[in-house]
């Protein structure tokens, strides 16, 4: 059984000095999520995969064989048909908040995949230099090798998500309120919207945060009144062809997805062409392209209350609904406050007067010339390019109440990173039970990223 290694070098199994697992593209396509990369979660030994609670276009955390570096990135590097790729996480949430900007690998259609190697010894990792010190993931795509003329494949599926408040032991016996009693006046209800230390629901009318009186009751999970049925469809149409002296596969992915969070969602066209072609007895090519436009509607903010809607929705007492909160607006769209505190969010307010979007335009690119000198001596070189623009609109509006003028921010992140290998290879057979394989090589690695930030 062979299996491909580092630098795109296929090896029999028994021949790796170190630890590899290969998992097929079928296996990861059974359930297909946004980020591919979370699909291997239980599947290799050693590979811990954590997903941030950000929705569809969030990021994913995944560390081989326990952390290297107290202070480094622990995560591996990606490596795509044989060219490494950018991972950066694109935004973060801090102490006074923020949101996660997603990261590089989720970019890769699932359905395009045909398998995932994960190597975890130092000895494959070295190949790539310090990048790899927490270890390497290889995706290798699909291509129309093996096909035998003409083809079409069709693709088509969608996955639901549901917020799970099994978990979840919150406490459902006393209401909002401070010192055993429940608020008496709009004013009491406003300065303690997050207090449950009021006397023990029993049904009586008691005033809330809009001056309204409402049972002293229990109202049901607020995180299942707030958060919406998650949908995610992956579409993909695929024309392929082979022949003895070439194949490709062409294929038009759209991925759209309405997320938990209430008007937020991604939507995502990937492009991708993978050929190859004999052009000589003795010189072969390959492409590889792939074209990603991803755009992301409402990314929820973390950390901090400061426009973030999973605050308020997660922390309200057990007798406030958080569905009369909606909407989050008055007539002259200013804040619907629910508290005396002003960076406390109404969480309706924070879903759809709040603006917090981004545009993707990606492509990642390669291609290569093996040249066939001899029988066991082969030339190789290749080169591939991951360019990618970011921009992101975040907008808090007139009117909220912790900022009551707005604000407006706009960025664009612009990463380019090209890397280039020339490969002078040895494959001979000295006897029927010896035989060598040896390489040699040079490398060449150029990142270049801008930022540019106007607030």
């Known amino acids: 059984m062979y299996k491909r290694q580092a630098l795109g070098i296929r090896k029999e199994t028994k021949a790796l000095g170190y630890s590899l697992t290969q998992v097929g593209g079928e296996e990861l396509s059974t359930i297909k999520m946004p980020n591919a990369i979370n699909s291997l979660q239980g599947k290799i030994a050693g590979v811990n995969i954590s997903q941030n609670a950000t929705g569809a276009a969030g990021s994913s955390r995944v560390i081989i064989r326990g952390s290297s570096s107290l202070s480094g990135n622990n995560q591996p590097l990606y490596v795509v048909d044989g060219i490494p790729i950018g991972n950066e996480n694109n935004g973060s949430a801090g102490l006074w908040g923020g949101s996660d900007g997603g990261d590089g690998i989720s970019s890769i259609n699932p359905d395009d995949i045909e398998s995932i190697s994960v190597l975890k010894g130092g000895a494959a990792s070295a190949l790539y230099g310090s990048r790899a010190s927490g270890g390497v993931i290889i995706v290798t795509t699909k291509s129309g090798k093996g096909q035998d003329g003409f083809g079409v494949e069709i693709s088509s599926s969608v996955t639901f998500d549901k917020v799970d408040t099994s978990l979840q032991d919150f406490q459902t016996e006393y209401g909002q309120g401070i010192r055993g009693r429940s608020p008496v006046n709009v004013t009491e209800a406003r300065d303690n919207a997050f207090s449950s230390w009021g006397s023990r629901l029993d049904g009586s009318n008691v005033v809330q945060w809009d001056g309204v009186e409402r049972p002293y009751s229990y109202v049901g ?235």
């Open 221 to 455: 999970s607020n995180a299942d009144h707030y958060y919406n049925t998650g949908t995610t469809y992956i579409n993909t149409i695929a024309l392929t062809n082979g022949g003895e002296n070439g194949s490709y596969r062409f294929s038009v992915s759209d991925l759209e997805n309405s997320d938990l969070t209430p008007n937020s969602g991604l939507n995502r066209k990937t492009f991708s062409l993978n050929a190859s072609q004999i052009l000589a007895k003795k010189l072969t090519s390959t492409v590889n392209v792939k074209y990603i436009i991803e755009k992301v509607n409402n990314r929820p903010r973390l950390s901090d209350a400061p426009g973030n809607g999973n605050y308020t929705a997660g922390l309200l007492s057990p007798n406030v609904d958080v569905r009369f909160m909606n909407p989050g607006a008055n007539e002259d769209g200013t804040e619907r406050t629910i508290s005396t505190g002003t960076f406390t969010q109404n969480p309706y307010f924070s879903a759809f007067n709040f603006r917090n979007e981004d545009v993707k335009n990606r492509i990642i690119a390669s291609t290569s010339l093996r040249y066939d000198i001899l029988d066991w001596l082969h030339l190789t070189g290749r080169m591939g390019i991951d360019n990618q623009t970011i921009r992101r609109t975040s907008v808090t509006p007139f009117g909220t109440a912790f900022q009551p003028g707005g604000s407006i921010n706009e960025q664009e992140r612009r990463y380019n990173q090209v890397d280039a290998d020339l490969i002078l290879g040895v494959e001979k057979d000295i006897t029927d039970k010896f035989s060598t394989t040896a390489f040699v090589g040079v490398n060449s690695n150029h990142i270049k990223e801008e930022f540019l930030n106007l607030g």
